[in-house]
Antibody
Framework: QVRLQESGPGLVKPSQTLSLTCTVS??????????WSWIRQPAGKGLEWIGR???????NYNPSLKSRVTISVDTSKNQFSLKLSSVTAADTAVYYC?????????????WGQGTLVTVSS | DIQMTQSPSSLSASVGDRVTITCRAS??????LNWYQQKPGKAPKLLIY???NLQSGVPSRFSGSGSGTDFTLTISSLQPEDFATYYC????????FGQGTKLEIK
């Protein structure tokens, strides 16, 4: 059973870069054909898709964040990562990583438990 | 981007009730529509994928239907553990979610 776990700093200063890692356990990140995604949720609000990376490295990003987002994969560590630059208070949210089991039809399962990132000086 | 609109935004119901939540897309999305349940402090959980396919392990009282622009999630007989927030999500890039429907106990 595949499990995902987010990790990274819980507090980031404005204008700095938010960096998170998602560790995949219970299976190899490079086995099968999957996308691996990041999604975020501000407190009390809805879900926003950030982007995805294919096992072999191709990426897609939300146009609203594209200029600030980089998603990468490290197959040797069974991890994929998110970098979001020039953060502001509006980037404060719970960040989730998730697997996309079907490359032809994005749905998300499973999800990590989520990690809260606060942007504040 | 494709906009997803759920209705209602909130709903009060009782255990045993039949409940329907609707989701409308701003343009046709075929059957590329998924449903999630989220409880406070927890990650969303996939319930239905590709409009009508029940995810493994999800109780059969949950069902989904629709295609094109209009979709529904139905809970046939509400159980206490079903009180949560429900989100629809369309699969075209960029992926977008509905604003959520909060299901509360009456």
């Amino acid at each position: 059973q595949v499990r995902l776990q987010e990790s990274g700093p819980g507090l980031v200063k404005p204008s700095q870069t938010l960096s998170l890692t998602c560790t995949v356990s219970g299976g190899s990140i490079s086995s099968g054909s999957y996308y691996w995604s990041w999604i975020r949720q501000p407190a009390g609000k809805g879900l926003e898709w950030i982007g995805r990376i294919y096992t072999r490295g191709s990426t897609n990003y939300n146009p609203s964040l594209k200029s600030r987002v980089t998603i990468s994969v490290d197959t040797s560590k069974n991890q994929f990562s998110l970098k979001l630059s020039s953060v502001t208070a509006a980037d404060t949210a719970v960040y989730y990583c998730a697997r996309v089991p079907d490359v032809f039809s994005d749905w998300f399962d499973p999800w990590g438990q989520g990690t809260l990132v606060t942007v504040s000086s | 981007d494709i906009q997803m609109t759920q209705s209602p935004s909130s709903l009060s119901a009782s255990v045993g009730d039949r409940v329907t939540i609707t989701c409308r897309a701003s343009q046709t999305i075929s059957s590329y529509l998924n449903w999630y349940q989220q409880k406070p402090g927890k990650a969303p959980k996939l319930l239905i994928y590709a409009a009508s396919n029940l995810q493994s392990g999800v109780p059969s009282r949950f069902s989904g239907s629709g295609s094109g622009t209009d979709f529904t999630l139905t809970i046939s007989s509400l159980q206490p553990e079903d009180f949560a927030t429900y989100y629809c999500q369309q699969s075209y890039i960029p992926v977008t979610f509905g604003q959520g429907t909060k299901l509360e106990i009456k």
